[in-house]
């Protein structure tokens, strides 16, 4: 599946970690880390606007 929008989109590498002491009781930011959890694959496009998730069945 491919998701993109128009967006500026964002480095996937800057963000902070959700696992982070710091970051446990913040109510966003889990996403990506949920997203990785449930695919095989997740890639993004170099800008940040296109990501491939792959789940094989």
């Known amino acids: 599946m491919d998701i993109i929008d128009e967006g500026l989109g964002f480095n996937v590498d800057e963000l902070p970690d959700p696992t982070d ?3 446990l009781l913040k109510l966003h930011g889990r996403g990506i880390l949920i997203t990785r959890m ?6 993004y496009n170099g800008k940040g606007n296109h990501v491939t998730i792959k789940k094989g069945f």
Do not use: L, N, R
């Open 21 to 23: 002491p710091e970051s």
């Open 38 to 43: 449930y695919f095989d694959d997740v890639v």
